[in-house]
């Protein structure tokens, strides 16, 4: 999918507060690709077939886009919550999908692609799918969602032809946000952004950081964000106290042995004795093979893949991603995990106290 070089649906809000941010961005190396974002097209896509050539999302099952896959999982959790959320308000509603839209004369190379765009009587309606599962995205006052319908009402006025208010919608399973403005709300904020876009072209724009400096490419080298650290650091260096950082140094070893006497200490204590607000836990535990002639005689006579043994018998984890690769399970009764022993943690964290578990950890070192 094309981004406008100038700004887009996405980057709208980030041009209309940093204006200098279009300069910069364009001469920043685009950041990686996340695992997440990648998820996220493939979404967009499958929604697209959907809505846009009718077809049902269980026959787009495998379907794989940039090395993601579409699963029944992402079906289950994403695809069908986010189809039934629109349900409850498509209606009659006329709708394009994934259509391009821009701005014309009034901002050269300026466009952007809208999720849906639906027309019911006077009301536009401008959807947007979020599939992210961190933060939570409203409709607002949505700049995104903004930008797009100025931009619909400049390049589609047929479609628009007759509309007096506007509906913007965000559908982030399992929520929706609905918000009705009014066309004056989204020319004001057309305006708003023509300027913004005039002074991203000035010598010296405007610039600060905010919360819009999260997907900017250059925010690693932007200058509202170094000079701001490095003030920082200068203030704190300043306010260090010289002749007490001295004393501390001289004292950081006898406390460090200290500290390692403390651990120690506290460590036998809990063996025998509970410490008020903290428990002895089992260390992650390591899979070991129950018997390995046992392995080797049930994976060489059930399942015949010499591949699965080298020089010596893999190790279970080892073992489970070969067989992974041709389609087999490892047997759970072949192996065990055991831990390599305890150590102390707050009461807060999750995991059940070594004392507790005693009777699983003999059951475990039986089979072995």
Not at 222 to 227: E, G, L, S
Request: proline letters at 6%.
């Amino acid at each position: 999918m094309l981004h406008s070089k100038v700004v887009g649906g996405s980057t709208a809000k980030r041009v209309m507060k940093c204006p200098a941010s279009v300069a910069l961005a364009a001469a920043a190396p685009p950041l990686p690709t996340s695992d997440y974002a990648r998820e996220g097209t493939l979404l967009h896509e499958i929604m697209a077939q959907v809505y846009g050539a009718g077809k049902e999302p269980e026959d787009l099952l495998g379907v794989k886009l940039d090395g993601v896959e579409f699963t029944q999982e992402l079906l289950d959790e994403k695809i069908r919550p986010a189809i039934e959320l629109f349900d409850s308000i498509q209606g009659e509603m006329d709708i394009l999908v994934e259509r391009r839209v821009d701005f014309g004369d009034a901002l050269p190379g300026v466009f952007g692609s809208c999720d849906i765009l639906g027309r019911v009587d006077n009301r536009l309606f401008v959807v947007d799918w979020k599939f992210g599962s961190g933060v939570a995205v409203t409709a607002e006052d949505n700049p995104q969602l903004l930008f797009y319908a100025a931009a619909a009402i400049r390049s589609l006025p047929k479609f628009v032809e007759g509309v007096t208010e506007v509906e913007l919608v965000i559908i982030q399973p399992p929520k929706i946000t609905r918000w009705i403005t009014t066309i004056d709300r989204v020319r004001f904020f057309e305006r708003e952004l023509q300027f913004a876009v005039q002074l991203s072209q000035r010598e010296q724009p405007p610039m600060a950081a905010g919360d819009w400096c999260g997907w900017c490419p250059a925010k690693a080298s932007c200058p509202a964000h170094t000079a701001v650290a490095e003030r920082a650091m200068r203030t704190a260096l300043d306010k260090v106290d010289v002749d007490q950082l001295s004393e501390w140094l001289t004292k950081a070893d006898m406390l460090d042995d200290w500290l390692k006497a403390l651990r120690a200490q506290a460590f036998q204590v809990a063996e025998h004795r509970q410490i008020p607000g903290w428990k002895l836990v089992p260390k992650r535990g390591t899979r070991r093979w129950v018997n390995e002639d046992v392995v080797v005689d049930t994976l060489s006579r059930e399942m015949a893949y010499g591949e699965l043994f080298e020089t010596s018998l893999l190790s279970p984890a080892q073992m489970e991603k070969k067989l992974k690769k041709i389609g087999q399970v490892l047997p759970a009764d072949l192996s065990v995990s055991l831990s390599s022993g305890t150590t102390l943690v707050p009461d807060s964290d999750p995991r059940e106290p070594a004392m507790l578990i005693g009777s699983s950890l003999v059951k475990a070192l039986g089979k072995l």
